[in-house]
């Protein structure tokens, strides 16, 4: 398993990292069995997975307390990330919330602690009806002094941030503070990071995880037109906004751009004797800027299946041909990486 060099932190990241938001069960994922979780974190470490990504939300904490169940006796062979809400971002209410999610992962340090969003008036409402917070949210300076005392209390190793744009981050480095690691969404169909977000984090030796590198299953082979989604889930600016009563970004979405890729992107699955997940995990990590992508996976054979996109190699003219095929779907939606806002009222800026 390649492992990365996660930012300006010392630690070495398995280039495929572990998305634990369906661990615990819940509504969104549905029900998901601890058995399942213990063998697919065991199976992931014994071959070289450490990297594991959860956060205070999913599921309402179960995600937290179904991995530190799974790692009991190997703790020391794991990478946990795990975010705080911004809407807990108070400097009491972030100390209680870093140690909950340690009582809950049954560790005594959490390696990299990220601010799950932005501190903004449209991220926090996702969060809390709390009008206090939504619309008298903490300084920067706050959230991110509280996080460098946990680190000096050895609470946490590293301070992280996820879904941070430009603007954003640099008012945090401006406070002096270290962040090693900036998570995002980044795969095929959303390539906004690109642009401006990934060069100035490689700049600034930001190491990114990447995440939703299979589009929540448009990129799994197992879709082959975007009428096959469940409404649920086509909320994202890929989707015109009147295919779910969840959406929230009132566009017009890029379904004919989406369609026209995933033929395209079939045939070549077919010609390369490929799974379509695996090559689409594949072009993630040929991106050398990105030192980890996570995934989910619900059992062994979606583990293993994974897997196989960590070590299977794409050749030049491949990315190339991928890139001009997804092209059109960047263009559409645009270099902001908030894919479910509309883009004039973003929480990434």
Known sequence: MEKRRLGKSNLDIS????GCWQYGGGNYWGEQSQKDVNEVVHLALDQGVNYF????MYNDGKSESS?????????????????VSPSNAYSKDLINSCNDSLSRLQTDY???????????EVSIRHFTENHKKIYNPPHIEEVFNT??????????????????????????????IDIVSNELP?????RAIEEEILPFCLTNNIGVIGYMPLQQ???????????????????????????????????????????????????????????????????????KGITTSIVGARNKEQLI????????????DIINELNNITLPILKKLGCNPDYYENRNRSRVF
């Open 67 to 83: 991995l530190g169940m799974a790692l009991k006796g190997r703790r020391d062979q794991a990478i946990i990330g795990t975010k």
């Open 53 to 56: 990504d959860t956060a205070e």
């Open 15 to 18: 280039v495929i990292g572990m």
């Open 217 to 287: 299953g448009l990129l799994t082979g197992k879709i082959n037109s975007i009428n096959q989604v469940n409404p649920t889930r086509a909320t994202s600016r890929h989707f015109h906004h009147s295919r779910s009563n969840n959406s929230r970004h009132s566009e017009n979405g890029a379904e004919n751009e989406v369609n026209e890729a995933l033929n395209k992107m079939k045939a070549i699955s077919e010609d390369l004797g490929v799974e379509m997940a695996v090559l689409s995990l594949a072009w993630v990590i040929s991106n």
């Open 147 to 176: 996080l460098d005392k946990l680190k000096k209390d050895g609470k946490i190793r590293y301070i992280g941030v996820s879904n941070h744009g430009i603007s954003q981050l640099s008012d945090i480095t401006n406070l002096g």
């Open 305 to 316: 299946l994974n897997l196989r996109g960590a070590t299977y190699k794409l050749a030049p």
């Open 186 to 190: 980044y795969n095929l169909f959303s």
């Open 110 to 120: 959490i390696d990299i602690y990220m601010l799950h969003w932005p501190i903004n």
